[in-house]
């Protein structure tokens, strides 16, 4: 299963009053593991930076002029998230902000049923307690101290591990899984195994019982299953 730990970064609250995506940040997950791949973009949003916003994330005007605007990027931020299953904290804000820059674009909505919404997960699992990302790294001891101003891939890559907290542990695995450098680049993930001991441990049994088992198995004669062909 393919997952993607989504975070925008905006000039403010609502695209259809003029606001704009500046920064997409993704994390992929394939059965609930991080494989190491992202998607990072910074955006021009083709207007300027309100104070409120830079103070929240900290990008300036003159820092995004150069950047490609969404129109140039959206198809390729498609192409990295396919088909799968996004994961966002307050999933309704960043899809209204990425539907309507698809829309701008002439390119159809992700559905809203693809998202989950981790705020909301939190709410259900703790309610009456703090759901912001930096309450729930606390709740989870999850470092976030580089946290300094919001960032559109630490922020994903911070709630990929409150994800997996929420759903029930960072390694669904138990940690049984080890991963090494495959061609082209690519992390191989292998399950561990145990290797055997390089001396036997010796035997529980006293002569007596070995001997009682013998004469049991000698009993059974053919009747017994391990000395079928």
């Given at each position: 299963?393919?997952?993607?730990?989504?975070?925008?970064?905006?000039?403010?609250?609502?695209?259809?009053?003029?606001?704009?995506?500046?920064?997409?940040?993704?994390?992929?997950?394939?059965?609930?593991?991080?494989?190491?791949?992202?998607?990072?973009?910074?955006?021009?949003?083709?207007?300027?930076?309100?104070?409120?916003?830079?103070?929240?994330?900290?990008?300036?005007?003159?820092?995004?002029?150069?950047?490609?605007?969404?129109?140039?990027?959206?198809?390729?931020?498609?192409?990295?998230?396919?088909?799968?299953?996004?994961?966002?904290?307050?999933?309704?804000?960043?899809?209204?902000?990425?539907?309507?820059?698809?829309?701008?674009?002439?390119?159809?909505?992700?559905?809203?049923?693809?998202?989950?919404?981790?705020?909301?997960?939190?709410?259900?699992?703790?309610?009456?307690?703090?759901?912001?990302?930096?309450?729930?790294?606390?709740?989870?001891?999850?470092?976030?101290?580089?946290?300094?101003?919001?960032?559109?891939?630490?922020?994903?890559?911070?709630?990929?591990?409150?994800?997996?907290?929420?759903?029930?542990?960072?390694?669904?695995?138990?940690?049984?899984?080890?991963?090494?450098?495959?061609?082209?680049?690519?992390?191989?993930?292998?399950?561990?195994?145990?290797?055997?001991?390089?001396?036997?441990?010796?035997?529980?049994?006293?002569e007596t019982e070995a001997e009682a088992h013998a004469a049991f198995v000698e009993k059974l004669g053919?009747?017994?299953?391990?000395?079928?062909?």
């Amino acid at each position: 299963m393919r997952e993607i730990v989504l975070d925008t970064e905006t000039t403010g609250l609502d695209p259809f009053t003029g606001d704009r995506i500046v920064e997409i940040g993704a994390v992929e997950l394939y059965n609930h593991v991080v494989t190491g791949r992202t998607y990072h973009q910074y955006i021009c949003p083709e207007r300027d930076m309100p104070q409120e916003a830079f103070e929240v994330h900290g990008l300036s005007a003159e820092f995004l002029a150069d950047k490609p605007c969404f129109r140039e990027i959206g198809q390729a931020f498609l192409d990295f998230i396919g088909d799968a299953r996004l994961v966002i904290h307050n999933a309704s804000f960043d899809m209204k902000f990425l539907n309507a820059e698809l829309e701008w674009m002439g390119l159809p909505h992700i559905p809203m049923d693809r998202a989950v919404d981790t705020l909301m997960i939190a709410r259900q699992k703790f309610p009456g307690s703090p759901a912001s990302l930096d309450a729930l790294c606390r709740r989870f001891a999850i470092d976030n101290s580089a946290r300094t101003l919001h960032g559109a891939l630490l922020d994903s890559e911070i709630l990929a591990d409150v994800y997996l907290e929420l759903i029930g542990g960072r390694q669904p695995d138990f940690g049984l899984t080890v991963s090494h450098g495959g061609s082209g680049g690519n992390e191989v993930a292998e399950t561990w195994r145990p290797a055997p001991r390089p001396t036997p441990l010796p035997s529980r049994l006293t002569e007596t019982e070995a001997e009682a088992h013998a004469a049991f198995v000698e009993k059974l004669g053919d009747a017994a299953l391990w000395s079928r062909a």
